[in-house]
C-alpha cells in the first residue's frame, strides 16, 4: 500500500502542507514495518531517505567516547525520523534503530530532493516542517542534558529502552 496525500494529511508533520505538495511527497513515499532491533541507518553512510512513524519507537543514536552507541533521543507515532537527506553532504548524523514494531511511511530523499527544488511551496513547506523538528529535538536533547548534569547520571546505553 503507498500513501495517499489523505493518509499523509492526517500525520502531524504534514497537516499544513497544501494538496499539491502532499500529492508530490505521495508520489515519494511508501508504506513500511519494521520488526524490533532493526537498523534503520547508520551514523556517517549516505543519507537517502526519511521516515514518519505511525506507530512504534525508534532510537536515534551516537556513539559515545568508548565507542559504545548512546541514546541521544526515543522518537515515536506522529514523529519524524531523519533530516540528514535534505542537506548536504546527505550523510546521516545519527543513527537509528527499531526498539518495537515500527509502522511508518518512508521517503525517498533524492526523489524528494528534486520535487522541493521544482516546486518552491513543497521546498518551503519541507524546510519548515523540518526546522520545526530540530527545534523540538534541540530542546529535548538540551532537557536530558541538564537533568544528567543535575543528576549525575551518565548518559542511558542503546539497550535500554
Known amino acids: 500500500m503507498d500513501p495517499t496525500p489523505h493518509l499523509l494529511s492526517e500525520l502531524p508533520f504534514f497537516r499544513d502542507f497544501n494538496r499539491e505538495s502532499l500529492r508530490l511527497l505521495s508520489a515519494s513515499a511508501m508504506?513500511?514495518?519494521l520488526e524490533p532491533g532493526v537498523e534503520i541507518f547508520r551514523e556517517g553512510e549516505p543519507a537517502d531517505r526519511f521516515?514518519?512513524?505511525r506507530s512504534g519507537r525508534i532510537a536515534i543514536e551516537t556513539r559515545g567516547p568508548d565507542g559504545q552507541p548512546m541514546v541521544v533521543q526515543v522518537l515515536?507515532?506522529?514523529?519524524?525520523v531523519?533530516?540528514?537527506w535534505l542537506l548536504p553532504?546527505?550523510?546521516?548524523?545519527?543513527?537509528?534503530?527499531?526498539l518495537e514494531p515500527v509502522d511508518a511511511i518512508c521517503f525517498a530523499g533524492s526523489r524528494l530532493?528534486?520535487?522541493?527544488?521544482a516546486e518552491q511551496t513543497l521546498g518551503?513547506?519541507?524546510?519548515?516542517?523540518?526546522?520545526e523538528s530540530l527545534v523540538?529535538?534541540?530542546a529535548a536533547a538540551r532537557t536530558k542534558l541538564a537533568e544528567q548534569i543535575a543528576t549525575g547520571k551518565p548518559p542511558p546505553v542503546s539497550s535500554a529502552p
Open 124 to 131: 518551503y513547506q519541507m524546510v519548515r516542517g523540518m526546522a
Open 113 to 117: 530532493r528534486q520535487a522541493c527544488d
Open 51 to 53: 521516515y514518519v512513524l
Open 89 to 98: 553532504p546527505h550523510r546521516w548524523q545519527f543513527s537509528a534503530r527499531t
Open 76 to 80: 515515536g507515532a506522529g514523529e519524524l
Open 82 to 84: 531523519g533530516w540528514s
Open 31 to 33: 508504506h513500511v514495518r
Open 136 to 138: 523540538q529535538r534541540l
